[in-house]
């Protein structure tokens, strides 16, 4: 254990606690709703660091703490983390993005040990497909496709899944190249820089191509992402 960090003697009455990483108040809320003891403030291009983990981690009083770091980019500081927590039982599930940190917690049974959740939600996030909807900074190249600055971009979980110059085509058609024939569920969470209005008309949109998927429209308000959504 390393110096510096005085961890507070854990109730053995608490079995379970959950670290996620998040940004947005309205995802930060979400992951609250769904039993998350603590949220790191933290995503893409503000990564928490080692200790970041490691004091999120000191305030959660319980034996068994899940991490959901919710991007590939914080994996390594939460299994740092792991490696440096000797007093409690770290568990970090490899959640890469929001949605897969969402389905991880709707998938934790209370009754079920650390080792059997640890695999339900392992297993769970597999089922998730995230697509990210976001604008180029610079001009760049993406799976041989030309991208100029400011262009609007669908990125999904293995490259680009569409791009152009409006918001809600460019969501409607990310969302499209997520959806196949087993698809039940798709989730969108719009960010600070998209209006109520517009991702209610998105979801609208969405239900009408889609009729046989229950469609959620929930308010993330995370930054740099116009709409996170997920299919499942």
């Known amino acids: 254990m390393t110096a510096g960090f005085q961890y507070a003697p854990v109730d053995p009455s608490n079995a379970y606690g959950f670290v996620a990483v998040c940004a947005g108040d309205g995802v930060e809320q979400l992951f609250k709703d ?25 305030k959660v009083n319980a034996k068994n703490i899940f991490i959901l770091p919710n991007n590939k980019n914080i994996i390594l500081a939460a299994n740092q983390a792991k490696a440096m927590t000797e007093d409690k039982n770290i568990i970090v599930v ?9 389905t991880a917690m709707i998938s934790y ?5 650390a080792e059997e959740n640890e695999e339900a939600m392992t297993e769970g996030i597999q089922m998730v497909k995230t697509g990210q ?15 100029h600055q400011g262009d609007i971009m669908g990125l999904g979980d293995h490259g680009l899944l569409a791009v152009g110059q409006d918001i809600l085509t460019v969501a ?9 024939e087993d698809s039940e569920l798709i989730s969108i969470y719009y960010g600070e820089d998209m209006s109520e209005e517009d991702a209610e008309s998105l979801g609208e949109k969405i239900e009408q191509a889609y009729p046989d998927c229950d469609v959620e429209v929930n308010y993330g308000g995370q930054p740099i992402y116009y709409c996170v959504v997920s299919v499942e």
């Open 133 to 147: 909807v976001t604008y180029a900074v610079r001009d760049t190249h993406i799976d041989e496709k030309e991208i």
């Open 172 to 180: 409607e058609e990310t969302i499209r190249a997520m959806v196949d």
């Open 109 to 113: 049974v209370p009754e079920k040990s």
């Open 94 to 102: 490899p959640t890469k993005t929001v949605p897969q940190g969402i």
């Open 34 to 58: 769904l039993g998350v003891t603590n949220v790191v403030k933290g995503g893409q291009t503000m990564n928490p660091s080692t200790e970041d983990m490691l004091t999120a981690i000191e």
